[in-house]
């Protein structure tokens, strides 16, 4: 693996001249807007806590048959384009009703800059993934950048035309996996990445391209 | 000479330290004493020695006045402030004051399995007229040191509760008495194998068997953790100890119904009133045997009187227990003596023979069965409680006749039963129902010939939870993680059991579903539901959240007990039930659960315990709750040791207590899905350990992993799940056998 | 007031109802969710609303309540044999008429164990086998035995049993035994298959009928306790997952020499499957589907609650006034609670009609779903044919990846046999129907496929 720094600074350069990245938030279903808890140019904050266990700020009420449902931020940063006018309006399913301005964080622009790096397996077809459940265990246990994979080692499955296909590594030597960039049951675009992997004999250099961004981007 | 003075001084300066640490420092103007005794302290060298000693005189008349004050306005809560100071005596201060030798074993301070925890083999030397003689025991007990942090306080992890009971069985082995010392605030409430609640559990059941005597002497006797070490044949009570279903401050926690922080400080006080648990209280409850007196505002660690008096306690104690399995005459003699010096009368050995490790055992039942009995309300006829002893009586003299003498000729019946199976031709089935059948009306049994197969025929059910009967829906609490659509309310409490048909989260039931859709239709017959739930400590407001209680429950006790069939099988259960003060337990529930218990014991019937949900011990009923884990615990022991299948499921939240003691020690018990299980909640897991638990920490899951249960059933398989359980588990003491 | 009806379906079914809607003069509200964006059915609906998922029962109903909606058509697939779904539109606060049978019906005529128990106790042939499930493998091994020596009775030549799981379905938890020897070890390993998968170890022994024709009776029931029939179809032309391909009807070649008394065959399915609707108190549009052998028997196999994606060709030998029937429009009107408006005997049935399935699969492939671009889609339109597609001629069009490929529905009715499957050929030989992959290769169809298999029609296959 060859480090091109040119190429990194240009990257980097362009990242900060925008540090945000716009996340829509939509309607999961139909129903009725009964309630916004948030206000324009609130600070909201995705799930927190040690295990996640703490949801994130509630963001507004859809109602559907008699089930209030509180939609919660997945993700940081601060509310934008609230869509006032919906309030106790029917709204359709994946309407947007808000978007999340979400500042780039350390950890998301070195994944931004990685995925130039990285051996990227992705999407084949517009479908929903999840990792093969033997894959999930080891990281479960050993946290990304530690599990290894190697060619024929099952990766993803593939919910495709009602069938289940699965998806495996096919390039030769030991890879790490490093970075996940889809989650599990969402349609991910064909074309789009799923995960990031780093030949092991390369992890030096990787290492060192992070050390840079982090030096960059503190 | 000055030496001297000085150390009169600093004994003095910290005598008055304790007082203003025990009662705070507006009492009596103790600052303003303290102020000036330091004052002295610092500049000591500028004062004559006459000046000194008139200071030291006058301030000791004035501390030996406030000390008299202070112990007589002494209030529980001060008295909890005793237990818990630097200054009171610990275990390992008793090792070496009370015991004339001892040698710690598995554990030097900190290089220790766990340091609260400390068990030595120690020698008492007992002087009659002028002959020496030596007794060996086991020394078990709590070290709470004088402010060592690893000391955890004395709060026992889980293995530090297992090595307790290791050298128990040691201690057996030897036969040799046991010595313990509680001085413990509660268990230290982890989950790590096989989980705080498992282990005090572990501990109970074995000691509720152990074959030597054994005495304990509370200190400090915080609720589970406490009796992990505490159910013993004599129970001494340190005068200034405390011994309690929970702390004041937990208890107000509670009472004023905190997630997060402190409680304020006047309601611990009023807590602690409340809950009895004084040493003067436990005596007139029952709860314990005998106070050892201390010297005002409690023993400390230099109070050499004390420790004396402690020696003649424990073994007068330790002889009286193995004095009355020896001879009640003796016995009788002994006690009239009124030993109470270290001039011993007499010499008894400590050795017990078979048979008397048999009575010991005897006794230890009949005591622990009698404790908290006051306490049962019971509203009936002299003659109806005269003619239900009759009914059991006879009910146990007709099964003994029916299972014992049968036994023997059934045994070969059966044999030839199974032999037939075996051969496995076609023509079994016509030749072997018709039988079995005969064979069933022999022993009495009216089993169908069904037993054996696995099936049991779906019975449609026209139970209607009243869950199901709003047209709404609801959202899986997993939903997010799994995907699972919004559920019909209708469907999800009709047909799904409770159950999401996605990810299989269990939502909570009310008990009522239980009862309807397990037990075979009109199977069910409760008994003892006159016994009702009480205030026997007159906590305040109890008395009207009972009422409560039982106007929205419609029954007495968060217990219910009954006889059931499930496919058939004949058995006896009892269900906590969330709804009733979540599900906690009192006086009232661990009678009935003896007596359902007793019940399955003499009719040689499965015992099912359903868990709806429990809290814990009710705190409202203090000491008299806790007893409850003791006294069930030895019910549980004496059934499972007679033949019995005992069979605990738990379903949505059980905790604590309970779970620690007769349904912990269940051998077989198994969980329902999404069941949180475990001994204390996050809250009191973070204020004692400090730390954060994963939000699946109380997980069936986890507690399968650990080893506490031995399964995760689905709710929808329930009725199937236990049929298969009777036919599968227990000895061959079972009815149906 | 106008009647409203939700379309709780998507593609080809979606319009067919709209369509039954607007001859009917009834109002409609179409659904659909974003990948379907592109679909005809959308594009050609008055009245839609975007939901999240075609089976997410509270957007449906959501949708109904907030459009006022009084009737609810769940088309085929998704949730129209789905119970649940139905006895909760009925039972809930603000019911809805379901357009199809009762609950019940579609419950206990979905259960298999129950159909055979109920077909048993009427007197109705079903394939032999156990009625009960097995949970003891000597009563397997005795039952297997009865059964063997059953076939053998019956003058079967080639004897052999399925032992399957009775929680099972869709070829899952099936094997198939030969003799008595293996039935033992089958049986222990498909028990403990089901209680791992299915948490049931209930086990059902069934007779393999090794040759069949695939014939199917539609039945149309009112609410007032009329009944009717529109013939048999045959549906043997299957994928090797159970998947019809071609389907015909009539249900029998009368021309075709077999030995068989076909027409008296004919006359008893559907004498049988009215008899089981009777009995039930069946309405709405049925489907009752038999296995017939080469030897002359015949047996009920299952019985579909819900209008099937072969209805047409039906409605179209079906004449009544001189005019097609559509059954769909039959169906809406009976669950309206409508009376027949004929007998049976103003029924009459003429000449024959054949439904292509064209779908994107790799029929080499083990027939397998494809994805990918339509670019060109065109025929030649004629009197005799009928295209029933949700797919746009106009512009490309992406095929969805979470439903079954299907592209277009081709009914083509002839005077007769001959002439029918003439035309289908001639259709499948004009047809221009090409599209890529998200690979950029050529995307496959099973038009060959469908042209070689047309020629076995009416024949008896290997089931």
Known sequence: ?218 | MKIELHKKLTHLMETAIYIRDIKGEDFCDIQTLIEKLLEVHQNFYSYSVEELKSFIESTNQKIEFLLQKAEETLTPYEIVKIVRHPQRITLQDILENVYDNYMELGGDKEINLDPAIVCAKAMLIRKVDNELYFHQVMVIGHEKGHGEEYRQGGSAKPWGNEKALRYMKMAETEGIPIHFFIFTPGAYPIEDYPGAAQQIAKNLYYMAGLKVPTISFISEGGSGGAEAIGLTDFRLMAEKGYYSVISPEGAAAIEANLKEGRPPRELVEKCANFLKLTSYDNLKLGTIDRIVPEPPLGARKKDFDFFRRLKVELIKATDEIVLQTKSLKMFRKYVLSKQDSENFKFYVDWDLTEDEREILLENRIKKYRKISKWAVYEPKSIMKSFMEVGHNLSLKVKNEIKYKILKQGQKSFKKFLSELSSESSVILKPVSDPVKTVYNLIVGKKLKPRIGSQYIPEETTPYESPLALEDKTVSCPQGEKYGCPDLWVPDLYGEFCGVCPNCNYHFPLEYTWYLNNIFDKGSIRTFNDEISSTDPLNFAGYSEKLREAKENTGVNSALLSFEAKIGGISLIAVMLIGDFRQGTVGVAEGEKFIRAIEIAKITRRPFLALVHSTGGIRIHEGTLGVIQMPRCTIAVRDYVEAGGLYIVVYDNNSYAGPVASFLGSAPYQFALRSTRLGFAGPRVIRETTGQDVPPDYHSAENALKRGHIQGIWDRRELRKKIFTALLTMGGQNLYYR | ?463
């Not at chain 1, 080891?138 to 060619?151: A, D, F, P, S, T």
């Not at chain 3, 559509?326 to 103003?346: H, S």
């Not at chain 3, 292509?356 to 339509?374: K, W």
């Not at chain 3, 169809?445 to 089931?463: A, D, M």
Request: glycine content about 6%; proline content about 5%; charged content about 30%.
């Open chain 3, 1 to 463: 007031m106008k009647e409203r009806l939700l379309i709780a379906n998507r593609g080809e079914i979606a319009l067919r109802i709209m369509e039954a809607c607007e001859e009917l003069g009834l109002d409609y509200v179409a659904v659909y969710t974003k990948e379907d964006e592109e679909s005809l059915h959308v594009r050609l609906a008055k009245k839609k609303v975007r939901i999240s998922d075609y089976r997410d029962i509270n957007d449906l109903l959501a949708v109904a309540d907030e459009n006022k909606c009084s009737l609810i058509h769940p088309g085929y697939g998704f949730l129209s044999e789905d119970y649940r779904f139905a006895r909760r539109v009925e039972k809930r606060e603000r019911p809805l008429i379901f357009v199809g049978p009762s609950w019940e019906a579609i419950r206990d005529l979905g259960n298999k164990i129950y159909l055979k128990k109920l077909a048993s106790q009427l007197k109705i042939p079903v394939i032999p086998g156990t009625t009960e499930p097995i949970y003891n493998e000597i009563e397997a091994e005795f039952k297997a035995e009865e059964l063997l020596e059953l076939l053998k009775e019956e003058g079967f030549e080639y004897r052999s049993l399925f032992i399957k799981a009775a929680a099972g379905g869709g070829g899952m938890g099936i094997e198939e035994v030969k003799n008595l020897e293996e039935v033992r070890p089958v049986f222990r390993k498909i028990r403990a298959y089901a209680k791992r998968l299915f948490g049931d170890e209930g086990v059902l022994i069934e007779a393999k009928i090794p040759v069949i024709q695939h014939v199917e009776v539609q039945i149309l029931g009112s609410k007032k306790g009329e009944y009717v029939h529109f013939g048999t179809r045959n549906c043997t032309i299957q994928s090797p997952f159970k998947q019809k391909r071609i389907e015909i009807a009539p249900g029998f070649d009368f021309n075709k020499n077999f030995s068989l008394n076909l027409q008296k065959i004919e006359s008893e399915i559907i004498k049988y499957s009215l008899r089981l609707a009777k009995n039930f108190g069946y309405y709405s549009l049925g489907t009752w589907e038999w296995l017939v052998t080469p030897e002359g028997k015949y047996y009920l196999m299952e019985v579909n609650t819900r209008v099937q994606v072969e209805n047409e060709i039906s409605g179209k030998i079906s004449f009544i006034n001189n005019n097609s029937v559509n059954l769909i429009k039959e169906q809406i009107k009976v669950a309206l609670g409508e009376r027949l408006e004929y007998t049976q005997e103003e029924i009459l049935f003429k000449g024959t009609s054949i439904e292509l399935r064209l779908i994107a699969e790799d029929v080499s492939q083990g027939f397998q779903p494809l994805s990918g671009t339509i670019t060109h889609f065109k025929w030649k339109p004629e009197s005799w044919l009928t295209i029933r597609t949700h797919v746009p001629q106009d512009k490309p069009y992406n095929i969805p990846t979470q439903f079954d490929p299907n592209l277009a529905l081709a009914i083509i009715y002839g005077e007769n046999f001959e002439l029918a499957k003439r035309r289908a050929q001639e259709f499948l030989e004009n047809l221009i129907i090409e599209g890529v992959t998200s690979k950029g290769e050529k995307l496959k169809t099973n038009k060959e496929y469908l042209k070689e298999k047309l020629e076995i029609i009416y024949q008896f296959l290997p089931s």
């Open chain 1, 1 to 218: 693996m060859e480090i091109n720094f040119n190429q990194l600074n240009e990257i980097l350069k362009n990242l900060k001249a925008h540090p945000f990245k716009i996340y829509p938030v939509l309607t999961p279903h139909t129903g009725y807007l009964r309630e916004f808890k948030v206000k324009e140019g609130d600070r909201v904050s995705g799930p927190s806590g040690k295990w996640l266990e703490k949801p994130g700020t509630p963001l507004f009420v859809l109602e559907r048959e008699k089930n209030l449902k509180v939609i919660k931020a997945k993700i940081d940063g601060i509310v934008k384009n609230l869509k006032l006018d919906l309030l106790d309006k029917f709204v359709e399913a994946e309407e947007i009703v808000l978007e999340i301005q979400h500042p780039l964080s350390q950890e998301e622009v070195i994944s931004e800059i990685l995925l130039s790096t990285l051996y990227i397996i992705r999407a084949p077809e517009t479908a929903r993934y999840i990792l093969s459940p033997s894959l999930l265990q080891r990281i479960e246990k050993q946290g990304l950048g530690k599990v290894k994979v190697k060619k024929g080692d099952e990766l993803l499955i593939m919910s495709f035309m009602k069938r289940e296909v699965p998806i495996y590594f096919e390039e030769e030597g030991s890879f790490i996996i490093y970075k996940l960039y889809f989650s599990p049951f969402e349609v991910v675009p064909a074309e789009k990445p799923l995960i990031g992997l780093c030949p092991e004999k390369d992890l030096p250099y990787l290492e060192k391209i992070i050390k840079r961004i982090k030096e960059e981007w503190s």
